[in-house]
């Protein structure tokens, strides 16, 4: 099922920025896409865009990740239709940065929830399908704040490094199923979550960064496609940057 033209894929958080990007080149590649996010108004909105923009098929599958049930339910709700899931990109993510010193318990609570427990919740509804199959792609979105940490950003440092250790060891767990798991790590992406940087930081991370901007939605969906692909088959456990050399 290598073939991105065939293929049943789940993203969350794909109403807008990198996941609503990554939807979008999977449909352009031909692959029906279920698209997870917390509005269903929104997300009926994206869906009947992305889909007048490629003419692929999106379905929209409102689920907050923080929640086993409603995740369990929006997979099924999927399975009922396409009956199987080859790819799932687990991209749902927040922050709520703040000093260590000063950081409210709700804040990590909420940052560990979204983007790491999320994902769990999201692998243990993908697993059994992709078993059945024996076949599967599981990509994290992680960051390169989960490689090298961040003052002001412990809670999603940790939920992002979090991710790296649950890749690798989903990827040993099921490498006998012929499922892998990776994960990339973006650098600093222009979307809604770094537009709130302000101007002066946006310049320090353009004069930090080897290459001297931002990157696009576009170039991480880019890499994700690949990971999708046939190209990767031999690929698994691999954390790949996306980050203008940011974090080399
Ligand atoms: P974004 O524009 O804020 O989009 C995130 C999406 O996730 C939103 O549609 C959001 O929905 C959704 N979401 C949030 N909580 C959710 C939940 N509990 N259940 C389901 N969906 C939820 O962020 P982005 O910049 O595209 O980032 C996407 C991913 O890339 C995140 O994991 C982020 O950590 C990672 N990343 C981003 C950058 C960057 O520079 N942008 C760098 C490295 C890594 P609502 O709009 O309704 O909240």
Redesign the pocket.
């Known amino acids: 099922m290598a073939e991105l033209s065939e293929q049943k894929v789940i993203v969350?958080?794909?109403?807008?920025?990198?996941?609503r990007a990554i939807a979008e080149k999977f449909g352009r590649a031909g692959a029906d896409v279920g698209l997870?996010?917390?509005?269903p108004d929104?997300l009926e909105e994206t869906a009947s865009a992305l889909a007048d923009e490629t003419g692929a098929n999106f379905t929209p599958l409102a689920?907050?990740?923080?929640d086993p049930e409603a995740v369990e339910s929006a997979f099924s709700d999927w399975r009922g239709e396409h009956d199987v899931i080859h790819t799932l990109v687990n991209?749902?993510?927040?922050?709520k940065d703040g000093l260590m010193l000063r950081q409210k318990k709700s804040d990590w609570d909420a940052v560990l929830n979204?983007?790491l427990s999320?994902a769990y919740n999201c692998v243990q509804a993908a697993l059994k399908p992709m078993m059945k199959e024996r076949w599967g792609r599981i990509i994290m979105?992680?960051?390169?704040?989960g490689l090298q940490g961040n003052a002001g950003q412990t809670n999603y440092a940790a939920s992002?490094a979090g991710l790296i250790g649950l890749t690798k060891s989903v990827a040993r767990e099921l490498a006998g199923r012929n499922i892998t798991c990776n994960a990339v790590a973006?650098?600093?992406?222009r979307?809604?979550?770094?537009e709130q940087l302000p101007e002066e930081q946006q310049e320090e991370i353009r004069e930090i960064t080897p290459l001297e901007r931002f990157g696009e939605?576009e170039e991480v969906a880019d890499c994700i496609l690949f990971l999708a692909g046939k190209n990767s088959a031999f690929i698994t456990g691999e954390v790949i940057r996306i980050d203008g050399g940011l974090a080399m």
């Open positions: 969350t958080g794909a109403a807008r920025g990198i996941g997870l996010d917390l509005e929104v689920a907050d990740v923080t991209n749902a993510g927040i922050t979204v983007n999320g979105v992680s960051s390169v704040i992002k973006p650098g600093f992406i979307t809604k979550m770094t939605p």
